[in-house]
T-cell receptor
Framework: RKEVEQDPGPFNVPEGATVAFNCTYSNSASQSFFWYRQDCRKEPKLLMSVYSSGNEDGRFTAQLNRASQYISLLIRDSKLSDSATYLCVVNNLGSSASKIIFGSGTRLSIRP | DAGVIQSPRHEVTEMGQEVTLRCKPISGHDYLFWYRQTMMRGLELLIYFNNNVPIDDSGMPEDRFSAKMPNASFSTLKIQPSEPRDSAVYFC?????????????FGPGTRLTVL
């Protein structure tokens, strides 16, 4: 089992749709979680940190479920500009696990 | 702030040649990370520094790879000798103080092709 697994995608949805991604992680002691987005041939950029209480930023909502060891990202009212690859990140650096693992990414394509 | 700066943006070299990639982190950031991204393996951490000191280099693939950080504003990743399987995009990232798990800011990357 991979340490971090994401929905394989690609997701192809119409503009205005709601889309959700999940990401599972294997290390139950993991503490820090993020969603990054990466546009084609560009660097990853932070989209959101993921907190135990969940967090929302405009059309984006991230949630953490420790019991089931997954994080999720919900995008409401999707825009053409949301088309990108979304990377789930579990950062255990500084702990005994001492790893930062990037998921393989989920490709999202928003069509007009 | 200009963000993380990397150079060169593109590098094409022949097998056996030495390659040096450069990175300037965001001013005031204490952590610097080097990553490699390929289609097959995704994004992998190679090494990271805290206050110019290498903390974890377990991701460095082999002895052909070395990294240095002579001061707070400059780091290099060197491959000697280079091989075709080293072809990838190499990213440098930096993060602020306090916790190594803080948000990382990535540079634009260096696209390396080894022929």
């Amino acid at each position: 089992r991979k340490e971090v697994e994401q929905d394989p995608g690609p997701f192809n949805v119409p503009e205005g749709a709601t889309v959700a991604f999940n990401c599972t992680y294997s290390n139950s002691a993991s503490q820090s979680f993020f969603w990054y987005r990466q546009d084609c041939r560009k660097e990853p950029k932070l989209l959101m940190s993921v907190y135990s209480s969940g967090n929302e930023d405009g059309r984006f909502t991230a949630q953490l479920n420790r019991a089931s060891q997954y994080i999720s990202l919900l995008i409401r009212d999707s825009k053409l500009s949301d088309s990108a690859t979304y990377l789930c990140v579990v950062n255990n650096l500084g702990s005994s696990a001492s790893k930062i693992i990037f998921g393989s990414g989920t490709r999202l394509s928003i069509r007009p | 702030d200009a963000g993380v700066i990397q150079s060169p943006r593109h590098e094409v070299t022949e097998m056996g040649q030495e390659v040096t990639l450069r990175c300037k982190p965001i001013s005031g950031h204490d952590y610097l990370f080097w990553y490699r991204q390929t289609m097959m393996r995704g994004l992998e951490l190679l090494i990271y520094f805290n206050n110019n000191v290498p903390i974890d280099d377990s991701g460095m693939p082999e002895d052909r790879f070395s990294a240095k950080m002579p001061n707070a504003s400059f780091s290099t990743l060197k491959i000697q000798p280079s091989e075709p399987r080293d072809s990838a995009v190499y990213f440098c990232a930096s993060s602020l103080r306090e916790r190594v798990t803080d948000t990382q800011y990535f540079g634009p990357g260096t696209r390396l092709t080894v022929l």
